[in-house]
């Protein structure tokens, strides 16, 4: 290890540190890749996610080539919906889709039964990945599950229009389906965490003001979190998969989640603001925009999201959306682990200097 | 929904490969072209479609809309649109615009 690579903490300790509110002795980095670990092993899509193995020997890989302070044993959205009786459409360069809905009408979710997580073939690859994965680092580097929430699966179990309706015009069954979700997310959160997870990223979209009303997240969505949260047995990050959150940031953090994802598409400076202590953030490098940057670009994104809200802790530099988009090339990955470690070195002095002569960045 | 009070007459498509929109957008002789999409893969096979109807002549304008297109201010044009939409209303106007500049 050389000097500029040297730094006093695990990736836990500066994890902790940070969600603590406290300044670590870095900005961790959560690079957030799941279909690059395919590309380390030339496989395709369809075939890394087929075997633990796989994604075992690709998460390491990752984890070694570009210094995230987090593994991410994620594998696709819709390997939950397999678990309900779903199946998976395989994309050669993207991630993996949801296939036709389980729920068909909403009447079928009168007689709908909520899966067991151990009787899935698909969900115990994860739980053999992650059990893996921390038998590997043991307690040096954050694994963080994923749960999509209850509130936001019903997206890939019956679609988007299908749910909107349903949330709208049947409270009812929409509260007999959210029963149903809570068992199986809050069960399929703590199997994870039981094999090996340090945390769970509690996957969110629907809630976003992109998505529903403030006022229909306080009824429904939050309501929903808080329940799910509290049987979770260990720390939730919510993330909203690019949404925007900041009108529900504070609500969202009522939750009891220690931090949330956040948007590219809202200020960091003002979230961390909005914050206020209560929540850490996790964002918000452009995963669409990262594609096409250049080395320099990817170190001017690091600085700047750095500047925004590296300052005091509470903040852990990632995309936006929670996963890296399969076109991000690896030098674009390379230089954002190359300038989190020359810029998120506490403290960060060099902020104000940069401010000075970066007339463009206001904060 | 603001689509079918907009006065335009519309043809809902659903979901198409690129393939069966390029086909069906020719066949239909359509003046606009709107398409929206969820993920990126879908966003950049926009291309091809743009190209495809280019090469056959077809006198048809593509607008697009969806999540990569709002995160990515340039990527519209990447792809071979002639215009983004970043809300239904926006795209509303947008038709609105194009079919006027065609007559």
Request: net charge negative; hydrophobic share 40%; with cysteine.
């Amino acid at each position: 290890m050389n000097a500029s690579t040297q730094t006093s903490m695990t990736s836990m300790q500066r994890t902790l540190t940070t969600l603590g509110h406290r300044e670590p002795d870095r900005v961790p980095l959560f690079l957030l890749t799941t279909l690059h670990g395919a590309k380390e092993l030339d496989l395709s899509i369809q075939d890394y996610f087929s075997h633990s193995e796989n994604v075992i020997q690709g998460q390491l890989r990752l984890h070694k080539k570009y210094r995230s302070d987090c593994l991410y044993p994620f594998f696709y959205a819709s390997i939950e919906t397999e678990a309900w009786g779903g199946d998976t459409i395989y994309l050669p360069d993207g991630p993996p889709l949801c296939g036709a809905p389980v729920i068909r009408k909403a009447e079928d979710i009168d007689s709908l039964v909520s899966p067991r997580v151990l009787e899935s073939a698909s969900l115990n690859r994860v739980l053999q990945t992650i059990s893996a994965l921390k038998a590997n680092v043991g307690e040096t580097v954050p694994i963080i599950g994923v749960a999509i929430s209850p509130f936001s699966l019903p997206v890939m179990q019956m679609g988007f229009h299908a749910y909107i309706e349903l949330l709208y015009e049947q409270p009812l069954r929409f509260q007999r389906l959210m029963e149903l979700n809570e068992a199986f997310t809050v069960s399929w959160a703590n199997a994870q965490l039981a094999a090996g997870a340090t945390a769970i990223c509690y996957f969110d979209p629907v809630s976003s003001p992109t998505n529903i009303p403030r006022e229909m997240y306080l009824r429904t969505g939050q309501q929903v979190a808080k329940r799910t949260i509290a049987q979770i047995k260990g720390p939730t990050a919510t993330h909203i998969a690019s949404g925007r959150g900041l009108p529900i940031l504070l609500d969202i953090a009522e939750t009891g989640t220690a931090a949330v994802g956040v948007s590219a598409l809202e200020d960091l400076a003002e979230l961390k603001r909005a914050a206020q202590q209560r929540v850490s953030l996790l964002g918000n490098l452009n995963g669409i925009e990262m594609r096409r940057w250049t080395p320099e670009q990817a170190e001017y994104e690091v600085k700047r999201a750095i500047a925004k809200a590296g300052r005091g802790g509470g903040f852990i530099l990632a995309d936006n959306h929670g996963e890296i988009p399969w076109q991000v090339p690896q030098e674009v990955l390379m230089a954002i682990s190359a300038a989190v470690d020359r810029w998120g070195r506490y403290p960060l002095t060099w902020i104000e200097d940069w401010i000075d002569d970066t007339p463009t960045l206001h904060l | 929904m603001q689509h079918y009070t907009s006065g335009f007459e519309l043809f809902d498509y659903g979901r198409l490969d690129v393939d069966q929109l390029v086909e069906r957008t020719i066949a239909d002789r359509l003046r606009v072209l709107m398409i929206s999409v969820l993920i990126l893969p879908s966003a950049l096979k926009v291309k091809q479609v743009c190209s495809r109807l280019k090469d056959s002549g077809a006198d048809v304008k593509v607008v697009v809309g969806g999540a990569p297109f709002l995160f990515d201010a340039q990527l519209w044009r990447e792809v071979g649109a002639d215009a983004m939409g970043s809300s239904a209303s926006e795209a509303v106007a947008i038709v609105g615009r194009l079919m006027g500049d065609m007559q």
